[in-house]
T-cell receptor, first 112, second 116 residues
Framework: AQSVAQPEDQVNVAEGNPLTVKCTYS??????LFWYVQYPNRGLQFLLK??????LVKGSYGFEAEFNKSQTSFHLKKPSALVSDSALYFC??????????FGPGTRLSVLP | EPEVTQTPSHQVTQMGQEVILRCVPI?????FYWYRQILGQKVEFLVS????????KSEIFDDQFSVERPDGSNFTLKIRSTKLEDSAMYFC??????????????FGPGTRLTVT
């Protein structure tokens, strides 16, 4: 069975600084990896995915993530954080794009 | 851009009552899902549905829960006899997994269920 860990409950970063939100996963086959963002009182919004191909994937709002097979990680990154990036971020893994397992979420706070 | 819609946005019900949460998935999607998120906690998978039947369900999805696609557009989650611990945000999602390289699930805005 697949599982996802997000080791940090909370990440604080100053506006303009780079940010990283960490994710590690466990899956028996090839991983399908996703990042979603949840703004207050809103649903989950897709950011980016890794299915196959280049290990560095680019997504919405300037976010990117790097798939690292040896470390079983899929960390979310952004070169320059914005206050509006403050939200709850969920990493998810699925088998063949069906049943998703979400991580516990990381709350990102970007400080002005 | 097509989106998943859910109604109602907020449902308040008394313990023991039946509730039906409604979802309209994206029209050309084939896979449908329900998740729940208890306030401040992680998103939990409930059930997936494909070709008019449940393809997988979690241990949360017990006999009190059922899903249905009554027509070509709606996808519903029914809780027969609600309990206090059913209070959560319920998200519907859909995907066209298996076609092209999409796979991502598109989520609706959620229905907040409050059981009193």
């Amino acid at each position: 069975a697949q599982s996802v860990a997000q080791p940090e409950d909370q990440v604080n970063v100053a506006e303009g600084n780079p940010l990283t939100v960490k994710c590690t996963y466990s899956v028996s086959g090839n991983p399908y990896l996703f990042w979603y963002v949840q703004y207050p009182n809103r649903g989950l919004q897709f950011l980016l995915k890794y299915i196959t191909g280049d290990n560095l994937v680019k997504g919405s709002y300037g976010f990117e993530a790097e798939f690292n097979k040896s470390q079983t990680s899929f960390h979310l990154k952004k070169p320059s954080a914005l206050v509006s990036d403050s939200a709850l971020y969920f990493c998810a893994v699925s088998d063949y794009g069906q049943n998703f397992v979400f991580g516990p979420g990381t709350r990102l706070s970007v400080l002005p | 851009e097509p989106e998943v819609t859910q109604t109602p946005s907020h449902q308040v019900t008394q313990m023991g009552q039946e509730v039906i949460l409604r979802c309209v998935p994206i029209s050309n999607h084939l896979y449908f899902y329900w998740y729940r998120q208890i306030l401040g906690q992680k998103v939990e998978f409930l059930v997936s549905f494909y070709n008019n039947e449940i393809s997988e369900k979690s241990e949360i999805f017990d006999d009190q829960f059922s899903v249905e696609r009554p027509d070509g557009s709606n996808f519903t989650l029914k809780i027969r006899s609600t309990k206090l611990e059913d209070s959560a945000m319920y998200f519907c999602a859909s995907s066209d997994a298996g076609t092209g390289d999409s796979y991502e699930q598109y989520f609706g805005p959620g229905t907040r269920l409050t059981v009193t």
